[in-house]
């Protein structure tokens, strides 16, 4: 099956500070989301981004499909913004599109 | 506002329990999924349905069955609750773009 990469596995920045998350993807999929998981267990969908480029707010993202690989940007970092933030690729089998998740890069946000 | 919701935050039950976990979405989406979630595991899909009364097995199926009857209402069922299915399961749906997932609910079996 395909295997979902994300990088790094931890991460602890300064409230203020940028960031970079990394998904790696091995296989070519019909589309890309990025979710990030509250200390409470809400998943909250952040981007439905198949390729290019959007932004909400502090966030951004960049999928470059044919290169296998998003990019979730964090700037001025917030203590809120601590978490799980995972990436997952959709595949359509047939009859449903299903996700497979990434293993999560967990932030935390200190002051 | 999109709203996916879950019968409970949490559960305890007995090795050997039938349990029922329901979801509810009220976005008309026709697709919905039951994941579970364990610490240095991430998210599994246990299975999901596209459809009323449809359902495909994920990744994960052995001890659990799931029921569709109504588009809105996705229920999980653990036949007899065993220690291993401690976990934290999450109800998600989408309607062929982005998913959305209710809150969870973490279950204990002791």
């Known amino acids: 099956g395909i295997q979902v990469e994300q990088s790094p596995p931890d991460l602890i920045l300064q409230e203020g500070a940028n960031s970079t998350l990394r998904c790696n993807f091995s296989d070519s999929v019909n589309n890309l989301q990025w979710f990030h998981q509250n200390p409470w267990g809400q998943l909250i969908n952040l981007f439905y981004?198949?390729?290019g480029t959007k932004q909400n707010g502090r966030l951004s993202a960049t999928t470059v499909a044919t290169e296998r690989y998003s990019l979730l940007y964090i700037s001025s970092s917030q203590t809120t913004d601590s978490g799980v933030y995972f990436c997952?690729?959709?595949?359509?089998?047939?009859?449903?599109?299903?996700?497979?998740f990434g293993t999560g890069t967990r932030l935390q946000v200190t002051l | 506002d999109v709203k996916v919701t879950q019968s409970s935050r949490y559960l305890v039950k007995r090795t050997g329990e039938k349990v029922f976990l329901e979801c509810v979405q009220d976005?008309?989406?026709?697709?919905m999924f039951w994941y579970r979630q364990d610490p240095g595991l991430g998210l599994r899909l246990i299975y999901f349905?596209?459809?009323?009364?449809?359902?495909e097995k994920g990744d994960i199926p052995e001890g659990y069955s799931v029921s569709r009857e109504k588009k809105e209402r996705f229920s999980l069922i653990l036949e007899s609750a065993s220690t291993n299915q401690t976990s934290m399961y999450l109800c998600?749906?989408?309607?062929?773009?982005?998913?959305?997932f209710g809150p969870g609910t973490r279950l204990t079996v002791t």
């Open positions: 976005m008309d989406h026709e697709n």
């Open positions: 349905s596209y459809d009323v009364k449809m359902k």
């Open positions: 997952a690729v959709e595949l359509t089998t047939g009859t449903a599109s299903k996700l497979t």
């Open positions: 981004i198949p390729s």
């Open positions: 998600a749906s989408n309607g062929g773009r982005e998913q959305y």
